[in-house]
């Protein structure tokens, strides 16, 4: 028989249970103590850039529907998730066809990278185009259709912070955002006059900002995700810097393009998904021969909110 090791530290002790419950509520206490209550090692959030979700959903072969950008196995999640809080899918629709979802979210900001069509959400159409931006309420029923070709778009939302709490998503018409639509060449407008105006180095790069009406005064896209174009001319590199949200992105146009993550270089590729984990410094860099652009997704509304970002450049 194995002999059991003596208990000399708070730290040793397992799970304790009340010892004498008289009722299934007592019974279901546990307790954990200074010791052993912190030790729960969660794997990093990896450094991951998703090429094969991308190739899939741009291949004509591959027919109407979603395609995760899913790092659960990474991260031990118990649920689908591109970061701990914020998951990203790339959605192919046929021409002719139409791609129904319902994400248990509160929002859903979409990008479209090929193609025309409309989406249909909360009574509401928009018609849509290459490098639109399209929000959109969560929890409802929304429906893509592409006209005249396929299309190819890039989904992210917050169901993974859902997921965590099982929550559901607001009822129709209780969610923190409307139907919000950005079309391509309002997006080239507004960059444009950022770089018309030019900026300080205390700003941290040139990118444009995505809120709205119901959000103007969190200058946020949702309550919990911040939405941003960032753009890089060529030659320029990004300061290093870091922060506690972690950024999901689409790359848009990145010819010799790439990213230093914590000392590790990460090269950008088309249409790419790049996770940048929470923390990590990092700086992105353009060595191509044309202005570089990526959407970035973060679930920077959160540590806002908490007060608690933690940004900093980190200047080497
Ligand atoms: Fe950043």
């Known amino acids: 028989m194995l002999e059991e090791k003596p208990v000399t530290s708070i730290a040793d002790l397992p799970p304790q249970r009340a010892a004498n419950p008289r009722s299934p509520a007592e019974a279901r206490a546990r307790f954990f103590n200074t010791g052993n209550g912190f ?12 090429t094969e979700e991308p190739r899939r959903a741009l291949d004509p072969a591959t027919g109407t529907g979603l395609i995760p950008c899913d790092l659960a196995a990474e991260m031990q999640s ?6 701990p809080l914020v ?26 990278m090929t193609g025309t069509g ?26 893509y259709r592409a ?30 955002t409307a ?34 009406e119901g959000q103007e005064a969190s200058r946020n896209v949702l309550p919990t995700l911040t939405a941003a174009m960032n753009s890089l001319p060529p030659g320029v590199t990004q300061r290093p810097h870091r922060h506690n949200s972690v950024a999901v992105s689409l790359v848009i146009r990145g010819e010799g393009c790439f990213s230093m993550i914590d000392g590790r270089r990460k090269d950008w590729a088309p249409w790419a998904t790049t996770v940048t984990p929470p923390v990590s410094v990092h700086s992105h860099h353009n ?20 007060r608690t970002m933690g940004f900093e450049f980190v200047d080497a």
């Open 39 to 50: 030790d729960v090692q969660l794997p990093e959030v990896p450094d991951h850039v998703f």
């Open 78 to 83: 118990a649920f689908p998730a591109t970061s």
């Open 87 to 112: 998951m990203a899918r790339y959605a192919r629709v046929r021409a002719g066809e139409t791609l129904a979802t319902r994400f248990n979210s509160s929002g859903v900001i979409v990008y479209v």
């Open 118 to 143: 409309e989406v249909a959400c909360a009574g509401e159409r928009v018609a849509w185009g290459p490098g639109d931006v399209i929000l959109l309420p969560g929890g409802v029923e929304t429906d």
């Open 147 to 176: 006209e005249g070709d396929d299309a190819v778009l890039w989904i992210v939302d917050n169901e993974p912070q859902f997921a965590l709490e099982n929550a559901r998503a607001p009822a129709p018409g209780d969610a923190p």
């Open 179 to 212: 139907v919000v639509h950005y079309p391509a060449d309002e997006i080239a407008r507004q960059i444009e006059l950022i770089y018309d105006i030019g900026r300080g180095e205390e700003i941290a790069g040139s990118a444009l900002i995505f809120s709205s």
């Open 287 to 306: 060595e191509g021969s044309e202005q570089a652009l990526f959407l970035i997704i973060q679930d920077g509304g959160i540590y806002y909110h908490a």
